[in-house]
């Protein structure tokens, strides 16, 4: 006879049991009879699940004993809470009462490995919190006669794959099993009803891994008992780790920045008021401010639109909207998803000191063509996707507008001759390919491109110095490649190249012209390791490339933010006037290390990065941490704070222009946040913040050498209050409400409001489902006026004949506040193998007048509101395949 | 996103150019100064003054009615150096922008006093301190400073008040620094800065406004300044008549070119402005730029400006490729003005008053006028 270690299952069971039932109860759901492991009597997997009912524990694993109390004969009880997930996985477990002798971790591990039919209410499954004693305790055991040389009976696993979100069967998940030393290997494939079975299994513990299209893949250890069938459910969720993809497994980053505001890809291009645009929807976000004039400026949390950058599959954007603001350069239908951290970001992302912006390409599709055709008032725009083979898959996506057609004839007979009516145009072409199941390549070849030219025959009236063209061209195109590789087990590395070519063009007249034209060359190599249970790693190289050059004619470039004339101030006949050529290069590597360590309930991430700007021949570094703590089921506390540096601008530093000895500019960020999941798909979260802006850029006080210093400092603070309904029935909705403020020191001079300081910003966004295929939305701001500085008389320039303006008090004053509200609706007809939607998109329904700024008269005597965007109505047909 | 510098102020002026119901330049309703007449003291001809020498200023004032005077006003000036860079807004002088980094400030100077100065308060109404002059002029507002001998910047600068029928003074505590006391008329605060001649190259000359020549169409009948009885007598009113025969005797200007067109309907008419191509003064190869304003007292100017650069080798400025086949070469345009405002059955007087500038700180105004019925 000997001892046998195992704990006391059936013990254990009848106390989850008594839980439970005490949560159903609380939840008005009767308490259901007694689970049963595995292999034991657990329900069948086709059953239809019940209405409610508490986590039953389908599979139990047995711990370790910890060795020295083994030597010493010792017993013990531990308590544990257990969370259970919606899957049925254990989410956290934590030992309630420690008893010590190495009983606690040995049977918290084992806990983790079990599974559960999760708990569920009204038929859905959710997560729940169960307390389990896991019982070490010794018993005698009987050895069971041994036939000898009669081999052990086979056992097989059978069982469903289903849907997480609504049980619906699965078909074509390769289901594979083998030993853990990999051996005894088999797969198969969920059939049309999501069942599957893998007969001939020896007994013995084996690993099952599921991997289905679409959904992230899933692995877990079941028990084969000789003769016996395993009957087994697995429900896969939706990937919501937007890393993840295909067929390759990739260790999902953890949650690093404090704030992060994720918009899926099934809300992307249905928000009211965005025209179906993906990019636009951050605007609705909050902690964004709304920039004057629809203009695509991204105002985060107080922070000037220069310090905020948008990349496109991890790599920075030059010109994220066609015209300033009218549409992203991208197809919202190529998108997975829009990521925006306001603030407190991970050090992967660096030179950039306000928030990101992370635009992620979706995978394409490769069952079979497909197609989407748009046309509107404003665009048309086509996408085009098909496999070229299992492993390959290409799209294709092109837009133009014709405005130009409109704007040409609206000119007709004015003053202003269009020589090039306002037009643009983008495009991408995306190919993948799948080498192995470890590696992903990615070739992406995009453009965008804008332009406008205007001719004014004649000076406008008030400044002599503006006629002639007024030109506006911006053009990007870039090849970008990326390799993302599973290197192990334990270890994922991407790396990125991209290079492009980048042309600006503004000019108007004689008065001011300005060009920017250079490859841009991006390198980017990032490692990702699991050191151990709790720590990861994340390593990464950057490189920032960019010879080019500039010409520039116009008055002395001045400070941009906090400058009274960059709103519309003195006319260009009363400025001094410069022409500077120059070539220039700019190299800023980076280099940046992010450890993650999970000591359950609290993670802890910390990073550093480096940076080196070769332009001004300049390091920063950058030290960054935050913490999250798991509160209770769904409840979730966060903190960060750090250091981000962002270089001055090229024309702050160009010789000639600028000051070549400025020093980078850097932003301390601290964050402190709550979200709380009210139940699945309804969450609220408050976030506060504060940012401390160091060594600012700004203007020397009289205009003179070296024309900028590192003089300026700012402070921001604020809270925001979000609530976020999923888009997992018929409808979806954001509420966002940011109370801020954003003031500036200028040289010492005082504090004073930041131009875009918009202390109060409201969004309400709905989208609702009504059937049928119809579907309505709508989007209502209300936000403060910006800043302004007040005119208080003017002084004639007799030389020139023009008036110049005299400021009040900087940033004194403020334009009324913003409130619009724009409707969409959409009805959409589908057929076997394609769909029609018909959509209207009206933005401003009321036509609010909303001010934008003053006009003055040309001696600064009387003035006229400047009047915001007017009713904009856009219809438009989309086809689908 | 790295954004464009000025691109939301030239999005703004442009919509500015849009605006409909505000007051435009080419009214004139009150007092106006049109611009600042420069001539060296000895060389009346040129414009642009050398170290040592003395600089004739003199601001060119327009009135809506023909009973408008300066006999009443005054002007205080300060005549400095202008600053070395600069990006917008008032320029401040070179010398006190050196003080202010310096930290050095000379007392002596009633501008240092750090309180409100009028012209009482200097003495003999002019002063010249550590390069600045500070002075004052009752009546028609003209003034001659000096420039000093080691004068070394490129430009000179100058920044005050013309009050129309009030007392000038100098408030350092202030945004504005200048203002009028006791004014029962406009306040103007005026600056500007003009180049200091170094060699021949830089010399400049006042354009000759007598060059350019007006015609309006359509009008009823053509009478030139020189007393020459009308064609047709009485075919103006007495009113406007005698308003026209004043006004001769008072053109600003050069008066001894200066047309009366007298007689023109109520309705829109188009102005033809007219230059001789090769009467502009040359720097070096090329020829200097022009730019004609134009104001009126009555009705509405199409546009306030017209211009002709170098590269104006055709009719239309900045159209098209037609060359200029007149003998001899003519620069032309056409500009429209509309008298929609209700006119008096007894004919209203127009005045126009319009500005040649060669854009280098020359300058020159001419005057002309009609009948309108």
């Keep these: ?881 | 996103m790295r954004t464009l510098p000025f691109a939301p102020a030239l999005l703004l002026i442009l919509l500015a150019a849009c605006a409909s119901d505000l007051p435009k330049a080419t009214d004139i309703e009150q007092m106006r100064v049109l611009g600042t007449k420069l001539s060296v003291v000895g060389d009346e001809d040129r414009a642009t003054p050398a170290p040592g020498e003395s600089v004739h200023l003199s601001f060119v004032t327009v009135f809506p009615d023909l009973d408008g005077t300066t006999e009443e006003s005054e002007l205080m000036i300060v005549s400095c150096t202008a600053p070395d860079r600069f990006t917008g807004g008032l320029p401040i002088c070179q010398e006190l922008i050196d003080a202010a980094e310096s930290g050095e400030v000379e007392s002596g100077s009633v501008l240092t006093a750090a309180r409100k100065v009028d012209c009482r308060d200097i003495p003999g109404r002019r002063q010249t301190f550590a390069g600045v002059t500070v002075a004052c002029v009752s009546g028609p507002p003209e003034i001659d400073l000096p420039i000093p001998d080691d004068f070394e910047a490129e430009s000179a600068m100058f920044l005050g008040v013309l009050c129309e029928k009030g007392d000038a003074y100098f408030d350092p505590t202030t945004t504005e620094l200048f203002g009028c006391d006791d004014n029962d008329g406009e306040t103007i605060a005026l600056h500007g800065t003009y180049p200091v001649r170094r060699d021949a190259e830089d010399e400049n000359h006042n354009p000759d406004a007598t060059k350019l020549s007006i015609e309006m169409e359509p009008f009823i009948e053509w009478r030139p300044i020189d007393g020459t009885p009308l064609a047709e007598p009485g075919a103006l009113s007495d009113e406007c008549l005698a308003m026209a025969d004043a006004l001769a005797a008072d053109v600003g200007g050069d008066s001894a070119s200066s047309p009366l067109m007298p007689g023109v309907d109520v309705g829109a008419h188009q102005l033809t402005l007219r230059f001789p191509a090769e009467e502009r003064e040359r720097m070096g190869e090329a020829f200097e730029s022009l730019e004609i304003s134009i104001h009126t007292t009555f009705g509405e100017m199409e546009r306030q400006f017209t211009v002709w650069t170098d590269e104006s080798e055709t009719v239309d400025a900045k159209r098209g490729d037609v060359p200029i086949d007149t003998d001899p070469p003519w620069l032309e345009e056409d500009v429209s003005w509309d008298p929609d405002n209700d006119v008096p059955a007894a004919g209203q007087l127009v005045r126009f008053f319009v500005t040649v500038r060669d854009q280098r700180g020359g300058f020159n105004m001419s005057t002309y006028a009609a009948c309108v019925r």
Excluded: C
């Excluded at chain 1, 619906?168 to 198969?188: C, E, F, H, K, W």
């Excluded at chain 1, 086509?382 to 609206?410: H, K, N, Q, W």
């Excluded at chain 1, 394609?834 to 036509?847: E, I, P």
């Excluded at chain 1, 003055?856 to 109505?873: A, F, K, M, N, T």
């Design chain 1, 1 to 881: 006879m000997k001892l046998v270690r195992f704990g006391s299952l059936r013990l254990a069971i009848a106390a989850v049991l008594l839980l439970a039932a005490a949560r159903a109860a609380a939840q008005g759901a009767p308490a259901e009879p007694a689970p049963t492991p595995s292999g034991e009597g657990a329900p069948a997997a086709n059953a239809a699940p019940p209405a409610s009912a508490p986590p039953q524990l389908i599979k139990f694993v047995e711990a370790t004993w910890p060795q020295a109390a083994l030597e010493q004969g010792l017993t013990a009880t531990v308590e544990i809470e257990i969370v259970v997930a919606i899957d049925g996985t254990v989410k956290e477990a934590k030992v309630t009462t420690p008893v010590g002798n190495g009983f606690d971790e040995a049977a918290v591990e084992a806990v983790k490995q079990f599974v559960f039919e999760p708990a569920r209410k009204n038929g859905k499954p959710i997560a729940a919190r169960v307390r389990y004693p896991y019982v070490f305790e010794m018993r005698k055991e009987v050895e069971p006669e041994v036939v000898p040389d009669a081999p052990p009976a086979p056992g097989q696993l059978e069982g469903t794959v289903l849907a997480i979100e609504d049980d619906a069967a699965l078909a074509g998940v390769r289901v594979i099993v083998s030993m853990p030393d990999g051996s005894n290997a088999q797969s198969t494939v969920t059939a049309a009803d999501g069942s599957f079975a893998i007969v001939n299994l020896p007994p013995g513990v084996y690993s099952v891994r599921l991997e289905g299209e679409g959904r992230t893949p899933r692995e877990q250890q079941e028990e084969i008992v000789a003769g016996q069938a395993t009957s087994v459910a697995y429900r896969l969720l939706e990937p919501r780790d937007p890393d993840a993809f295909g067929a390759v497994a990739r260790i999902p980053p953890p949650p690093r920045e404090v704030t992060r505001r994720t918009i899926a890809k099934e809300q992307l291009t249905r928000i009211p008021g965005t025209r179906g645009d993906a990019l636009r929807t951050v605007e609705l976000m909050p902690g964004v401010a709304r920039p004057p004039l629809g203009a695509g400026l991204l105002i985060v949390r107080g922070s000037a639109p220069s310090d905020t950058q948008a990349l496109f599959e991890g790599l920075p954007v030059s010109l994220l909207y066609h015209f300033g603001g009218l549409t992203s350069f991208v197809n919202s239908r190529l998108l997975k998803s829009v990521d925006f951290y306001p603030g407190n970001f991970s050090v992967r992302y660096g030179r950039r000191r306000g928030g990101i912006i992370e635009v992620g390409a979706d995978d394409i599709k490769n069952d079979a063509p497909h197609g989407v055709a748009d046309i509107n008032l404003i665009d048309a725009s086509l996408l085009f996707t098909m496999p070229v083979s299992e492993d390959a898959e290409i799209a294709l996506a092109g837009r133009r507008s014709y405005f130009d057609a409109i704007f040409t004839a609206a000119a007709e007979g004015s003053d202003i001759q269009t020589v090039a009516a306002p037009v643009y145009y983008d495009y991408q072409l995306i190919g993948t390919y799948r080498p192995s199941d470890r590696d992903k390549l990615r070739l992406m070849l995009f453009g965008s491109s804008d332009n406008l030219k205007l001719l004014f025959e004649q000076p406008v009236d008030g400044d002599a110095s503006v006629a002639g063209d007024f030109a506006f061209g911006t053009e990007f195109h870039r090849a970008h490649a990326s390799w993302r590789r599973q290197l192990s087990k334990d270890v994922d590395q991407d790396v990125d190249v991209a290079v492009g070519a980048l042309d600006v063009d503004f000019g108007l007249g004689e008065a001011f012209k300005f060009n920017l034209s250079g490859t841009d060359i991006y390198a980017r190599s990032e490692w990702r390791g699991r050191v151990s249970e709790k720590v990861r790693l994340i390593g990464g190289l950057d490189l920032f490339f960019l010879p080019g050059q500039f010409t520039y004619k116009g008055p002395p470039v001045a400070q941009s933010e906090g400058n009274p004339d960059n709103q519309g101030g003195a006319s260009f006949s009363n400025r001094d006037e410069i022409t500077v050529t120059d070539d220039f290069t700019v190299i800023q590597p980076a280099v940046y290390l992010e450890t993650d360590i999970n000591l359950f309930p609290v993670r802890f991430i910390l990073g550093s990065r480096v940076d080196y700007y070769d332009e001004i021949e300049e390091w920063s570094y950058d030290p960054r941490g935050s913490a999250h703590l798991t509160v209770a089921d769904g409840t979730t506390l966060k903190g960060g704070i750090g250091m981000f540096s962002q270089p001055p601008q090229f024309q702050e530093t160009s010789p000639g222009l600028g000051n070549p000895d400025l020093e980078p500019t850097s932003t301390l960020h601290v964050g402190l946040g709550f979200e709380q999941r009210i139940v699945e798909g309804f969450t609220v979260g408050v976030d506060g913040f504060y940012k401390h802006l160091y060594d600012n850029i700004v203007g020397t006080q009289f205009g003179n050498a070296p024309f900028f210093t590192n003089d300026g400092e700012g402070r921001i603070f604020g809270g925001e209050l979000s609530a976020k309904v999923d888009p997992r029935g018929r409808f979806f909705g954001y509420l966002s409400y940011t109370l801020s403020r954003s003031e500036r020191n200028d040289r010492g001079e005082g504090w004073r409001l930041f131009d875009f300081d918009q202390p109060h910003i409201l969004t309400v966004a709905a989208v609702y489902r009504l059937g049928r295929g119809w579907e309505a939305g709508a989007t209502f701001r209300m936000v403060s006026g910006n800043p302004n500085t007040p005119i208080i008389g003017s002084s004639l320039n007799t030389i020139t004949g023009a008036y110049s303006p005299l400021y009040g008090r900087l940033n004194s004053d403020r334009n009324p506040a913003f409130n619009r509200l724009d409707l969409r609706i959409e009805k959409e007809w589908r057929w076997p193998d394609w769909k029609l939607a018909l959509y209207l998109d009206v933005q401003n329904v009321y036509n609010a007048e909303n001010p934008e700024g003053i006009v003055y008269d040309y001696r600064y005597d009387q003035s006229e509101p400047v009047r915001g965007l007017p009713i904009i109505p856009n219809l438009g047909l989309r086809g689908e395949i």
